[in-house]
């Protein structure tokens, strides 16, 4: 959850259409301007995905035109780095993994892939990297045929798959060397000093000498991020790619994912950290039990789950008849303040001014009503609450 | 982590084709090589010999009557009239046995154990291509036929240079011949020693396209063999004994011969080429067309 609040008594709320401070922090560095929308935002004009495959209801009900409205939807279409149409596989058995995908990856995104464990994540990136065989539907990556053309699309394509994998006899560098080797593309006569650049820039330089097999989790997951940055890529593929990491390393992936981002790298991100999606995705897609059920940008996502009202005050009962005579409806009182859901009109807030209710107006009848309040502003949606709308509370793996 | 620039590849992209098979080749070498487990084969069949020529010294050491009484592994009695038998008793004493073994444990190992560790959808990814990887796995398998074969003529001719005498080589049929032509059958041996072992190498790369499990496709080569060699041992068998993989493997002692008794030489090495085409084709059928989910 994104809280943004205000103090009491201290003047305008901000509107929720505004970017916030954090929100330009997280999103300046972002690649991709179409997506000026912010994660959180509940009124991301958004009726379109970028594949121009209808949104999901949610997030097209309160759409408002707004100026710095996403550019994606209307900008040309750009190529697609991935695109899947009706690509299922059913493993022997009988078990249907995944099921009729129909998945647009733009170029120059950062996309997030999102599902529940035995969602079937997996299966497709094994499918999208020649891997696993179909059983049937298309997948192209940077525009060719896969797994036909995985010989001139791979090299082109840096991967992280379902974690590191690494001989554990060997060091690190060794490690890097052995899987430069297995590109026919990759020029012996560069290996050693690519090795050593992209052991760099995961912070690895100073264990590169060190056997696989004494690096931590974490190591070894910077390692197998090395082994993906070998040679300037087109695509990223990163399942769970901070995976064991501490706090610290998990930022400087954010970092990186960023700047590879910024370079003009696509980036394919899984994760079952809905937080770190948010924090660098521009677009996403939720996958559950072998299907598709939405994709768009994050805002989109977002935006389909609607934010609440939270107010702190030391007078919740007081504060909860006051906000219910204002039409705050779905009133949870809590010893330290109250939430609600505010009526549909008022989220446009400053930007819909002849607005029946106005958030301003609504603190100002609670401090009129004697009520003390420490803080007040809504609780952002965020793409937490869209994954658990979309896939269910229980985060059940799929039988 | 630092902003270096990971390239200056991009030129990379074109890069020659003729480096396309052997940088993998290369490193396939040197990575089966670097294992502890390989070592430690080496080391076991490098110390066959030692343990033969210090027990052959022993036994003779008294002045006693040469090696023995013709009992026991083929050439130990000549060992001690001259130490370049010890070759040719080593290889035969290691061919039925430890030289297969080690090459089904490195055969074995080649694509399931890189399944087991996940590291095989790397090499995929990377893309090693899987037709190239299978041809780089076999062709380091077949690289360590001849250096483990090699590892047990080195060896043997060391301590039988150390501990016995060295001469004029009599022959089976009982003519002499130098040493220095001595030694170059003895090399002719081990380079048809190493060849008796493509064919349990094909097979052993086969076995490991199946599973993804390296110590399973390492017992399970090890056990086609044990079998081949006991269906190899009853007479009742005669109509399928000679395909069996070992059948001719005995055959090298016939380079011993003067004039060289060349048929058993050439259906064993017809018979290896026949496993490896084979085997070799079942591997690619299996490895282009499987599913790496692991």
């Known amino acids: ?399 | 982590m630092s902003r270096a620039e990971v390239a200056d590849g991009r030129g990379a992209r074109t890069a020659p084709s003729a480096l396309w098979q052997l940088s993998l080749f290369r490193s396939e070498v040197t990575t089966v090589l670097r294992r502890w487990r390989t070592l430690a084969l080496l080391g076991v069949l490098a110390a066959v010999p030692v343990l033969v020529g210090i027990a052959v010294k022993m036994e003779t050491g008294d002045g006693g009557p040469s090696g023995g009484d013709g009992h026991g592994p083929a050439f130990i009695s000549q060992i001690s009239n001259n130490g370049l038998f010890l070759v040719f008793a080593s290889l035969a004493a290691t061919l039925p046995f430890f030289l297969p073994m080690a090459v089904g444990v490195v055969a074995g190992d080649a694509v399931a154990g890189e399944a087991g560790s996940g590291t095989l959808r790397y090499l995929l990814v990377a893309p090693a291509g899987r037709t190239r990887l299978l041809l780089a796995k076999y062709a380091s398998t077949l690289v360590f036929c001849l250096t483990a074969t090699l590892v047990v003529a080195v060896s043997a001719l060391t301590v039988g240079l150390l501990l016995f005498p060295v001469g004029d080589v009599t022959l089976i049929s009982g003519t002499q011949i130098s040493f220095g032509e001595g030694l170059l059958r003895a090399v002719a041996i081990a380079g048809v020693v190493a060849a008796s072992l493509v064919g349990v190498a094909a097979v052993g790369l086969f076995v490991s396209t199946l599973t993804n499990s390296g110590i399973a496709a390492m017992a399970t080569t090890v056990g086609l063999l044990i079998t081949a060699q006991i269906l190899d041992q009853f007479p009742q068998l005669h109509a399928v004994q000679p395909y069996l993989f070992p059948h001719y493997w005995l055959s090298f002692a016939d380079l011993l011969r003067e004039p060289v008794y060349w048929e058993p030489l050439q259906r064993n090495l017809g018979l290896q080429a026949l496993y490896a085409a084979v085997f070799g084709s079942a591997a690619w059928a299996r490895f282009t067309t499987k599913d790496i989910t692991v």
């Open chain 1, 1 to 399: 959850m994104e809280e943004e609040r205000i103090a009491s008594g201290g003047g305008r709320m901000k509107a929720p259409g505004a970017p916030s401070a954090r929100q330009t922090a997280v999103r300046g560095s972002a690649p991709e301007p179409p997506t000026a929308v912010g994660p959180g935002e509940p009124a991301a004009p958004a009726a379109r995905t970028a594949s121009g495959a209808p949104a999901p209801a949610g997030a097209a009900v309160h759409a408002e035109p707004e100026p710095s409205a996403e550019p994606a939807a209307t900008a040309p279409a750009v190529a697609a780095v991935i695109e899947t149409r009706g690509l299922t596989k059913r493993y022997r058995g009988g078990q249907l993994a995944v099921d009729g995908l129909d998945l647009t990856v733009p170029r120059g995104s950062v996309f997030g892939f999102l599902g529940p464990n035995g969602s079937g994540k997996t299966t497709t990136i094994r499918m999208l990297m020649g891997l696993i065989e179909p059983s049937s539907g298309t997948a192209h990556v940077l525009g060719e045929p896969m797994p036909r053309a995985g010989r001139r699309v791979l090299p082109r394509v840096g991967a992280l798959i379902e974690g590191p994998a690494l001989y554990g006899f060997l060091s690190g560098r060794d490690n890097l060397v052995r899987y430069d080797a297995a590109d026919p593309t990759a020029d012996p006569r560069t290996r050693a000093a690519r090795v050593a650049a992209a052991l760099d820039r995961v912070g690895l330089a100073a264990a590169a000498g060190k056997k696989a097999r004494a690096y931590s989790l974490g190591m070894k997951q910077r390692l197998g991020l090395a082994a993906a940055l070998l040679q300037p890529r087109e695509l990223l593929v990163l399942d769970e790619p901070t995976n064991g990491l501490d706090p610290q390393g998990m930022r400087e992936i954010r970092t990186l994912v960023r700047e590879l981002a910024a370079d003009g790298t696509t980036v394919f991100l899984s994760s079952h950290l809905l937080d770190e999606i948010e924090q660098v995705c521009t677009h996403a897609a939720v996958m559950a039990q072998g299907r598709l059920l939405t994709q768009g940008t994050v805002g989109e996502l977002a935006s389909s789950a609607r934010g609440r009202l939270a107010v702190t005050t030391p007078d919740p009962t007081d504060a909860a008849r006051v906000l219910k005579e204002h039409g705050v409806t779905d009133l949870v009182v809590l010893e330290t303040g109250v939430t609600g859901e505010l009526p549909h009109t008022a989220l446009s807030g400053p930007a819909d001014p002849a607005g029946p209710l106005d958030l301003a107006d609504l603190n100002a009848a609670l401090v009129r009503a004697d009520v003390r309040v420490r803080s007040f502003g809504i609780e952002r949606a965020s793409l937490e609450d869209a994954f658990v709308a979309l896939t269910g509370e229980g985060f059940d793996v799929a039988g």
